[in-house]
């Protein structure tokens, strides 16, 4: 069974350039998760996704972040204009059903992304 | 915030047993309790989850307080495929609160 799939690995951009972050979770997961974690701390939700409807994005910087995922699969999460304090790592993660006993969520290996 | 807290790192000797402690003092009745794994350069790794019993599957067992304000991950035998940052993770409904976790490192 393939893993999630994120795209790129890394990316440097400057301070004020746009940049945009892909993932395919694993087939059949109807929940799709975009964490974002800065160098020595725990992941920190940005926003869930069930389907391609918007569960939760309480902790999405909306005058910056915005994500999408069209047709219930691929999801994209873009940053623009970005900050100095954006740096950190994207991961995102897929859930079969994220309301039932059996959430176990599984992750990508992430996009570490360096604003300069 | 739901919000756990855990000792910064812990130390353990290869194949000796490894208990790492989480609190989760705002703990509802209805908030499972996970914990993930993560190595260097990956993304977190599901290890285990219950909400009131004590759990165990292949890779560890969690140990569950009674009042479930705090938990205990056990890793039997450590090995040193098992040095990671361990996350204590608060389920409240569909929110995954993680906290800053328990780096651990395992001397052979």
């Known amino acids: 069974e393939a893993g999630v799939a994120q795209s790129p690995r890394y990316k440097i951009i400057e301070k004020r350039q746009s940049v945009a972050f892909w993932c395919n979770p694993i087939?059949?997961?109807?929940?799709l998760y975009w964490y974002q974690q800065i160098l020595g701390q725990g992941p920190k939700l940005l926003i869930q996704?069930?389907?391609?409807?918007?569960?939760?994005d309480s902790q999405l910087p909306k005058d910056r972040f915005s994500a999408e995922r069209l047709k219930g699969v691929d999801s994209t999460l873009k940053i623009q204009p970005a900050k100095l304090e954006d740096s950190a790592v994207y991961l995102c993660?897929?859930?079969?059903?994220?309301?039932?006993?059996?959430?176990?969520?599984?992750f990508g290996p992430g996009t570490r992304l360096t604003v300069l | 915030d739901a919000k756990t807290t855990q000792p910064n790192s812990m130390e353990s000797n290869e194949e000796e047993p490894v208990h790492l402690p989480c609190n989760h003092s705002?703990?509802?009745?209805?908030?499972?309790i996970h914990w993930y794994r993560q190595l260097p350069s990956q993304g977190p790794e599901y290890v285990i989850h219950?909400?009131?019993s004590n759990v165990n599957n292949r890779m560890a067992s969690l140990a569950i307080a009674e009042d479930r304000k705090s938990s205990t991950l056990i890793l039997h035998r450590a090995t040193l495929r098992d040095a990671a940052v361990y996350y204590c993770?608060?389920?409240?409904?569909?929110?995954?609160?993680f906290g800053s976790g328990t780096k651990l490192n395992v001397k052979p």
């Open positions: 993660a897929s859930s079969l059903d994220p309301q039932g006993f059996n959430n176990e969520q599984f």
């Open positions: 087939s059949g997961h109807a929940t």
């Open positions: 996704f069930q389907n391609n409807g918007v569960v939760d």
């Open positions: 705002t703990i509802s009745g209805t908030d499972y």
């Open positions: 219950g909400l009131t």
């Open positions: 993770v608060q389920w409240n409904f569909n929110k995954f609160y």
